[in-house]
């Protein structure tokens, strides 16, 4: 049980944990502003059911796509009580909900209450703001946090703010007993086995549950299993499903996807037609996240799509400098003449005047 009041895992409805423990597809949650910059709540709210509707397994808010200057901008209640508000009302189905927790610890704690008194089941615990603290100090940081609130942990890519962590640390971060997943996003092969190491020496292989954030390797993610030797012992770890900004986009035909992958990974062996879908969404992602510049485009390439489908009324962001590389709207282009089976325009023009109403 968690301490003060929190929120321990194993008090959630079991029906609510299940879509998470059985693998889902989670989109990261863009903010949808208006042509002033200002919170645009009726696509705010569209986007939510767009992702209901999609077959997410529920609702992750308050993230890296979300942007972290919502904080700032005095939005992070808001969103969070939209989203919450709209997993309630708009389906019977039983979602599990994630809002995103960052800062020092105080910040992080309290952004733990406030997602626990909205109705959210766990944080994804972004540790970008703790640059510069030891692993030891990290560790404890997490613990405070997961007094509050189950935790799903989160490997930040360093290219984006994430801090390169060791084998130790994912050790004692997976024998914290509220942690119940792990995103996975360092894009880096190196660094994902490091976390399959971790939770294999805290023993955590049954209680926690991997979901990919490697955009960069969504497909094979899925598809092949994480073994790690320790001593006389191996372990098997499969990524369930995806907690990712790639899926904000086209999440019906990514939801689709991820069903036809855990399928064939279940039956075995895999085809090679299989296999070659995980060149083809790199190159999607290539696009959609601007490799070619950094990543500089990275939510503005998502918003792009979404505002093509009517779903974002703009593209904008709330730093003003946050916007479309060069060139990344004609490569926007490329992908649907190249990749029209990732697409799901169809989907959203039969149903984006019910979930703008």
Known sequence: MARNGGLHWSEVDAGVLEPLRRGAAFPAHPLALDAKRRFDRESQQALSRYYIDAGSGGLAVGVHATQFAIREAGLYKPVLELAAETSRTWTRRKLFMIAGAMGRTAQAVDEARLARSLGYHAVLLSLGAMQGASEDELARHCAAVAKEMPLVGFYLQPAVGGIPLSRKFWAKFAALNNVVAIKVAPFNRYRTLDVAFGIAEAGAEDRITLYTGND??????????????????????????????????????????????????????????????????????????????????????????????????????????????????????????????????????????????
Do not use: M
Not at 325 to 348: H, N, W
């Open 216 to 357: 960069d390797h969504i497909v094979l993610d899925l598809l092949t299993p994480l073994c790690v030797r320790l001593g006389n012992r191996e372990v098997t770890l499969r990524f369930k499903g995806g907690l990712l900004g790639h899926w904000s986009i086209w999440t019906k035909a990514a939801a689709d996807l991820l069903e036809k992958l855990k399928a064939a990974a279940d039956a075995g062996p895999i085809s090679p037609d299989l296999l070659k879908l995980d060149s083809f969404v790199t190159d999607c992602n290539a696009t959609i996240f601007d490799v070619e510049h950094d990543f500089a485009g990275c939510i503005p390439g998502c918003h792009e799509v979404l505002r093509r489908q009517g779903l974002l009324a703009t593209t904008l962001c709330l730093n003003p400098d946050e916007k479309l590389s060069s060139g990344q709207g004609a490569g926007i282009d490329r992908l649907y003449a190249l990749y029209p089976e990732f697409t799901d325009d169809a989907f959203v023009k039969a149903n984006l005047a019910r979930w703008r109403a």
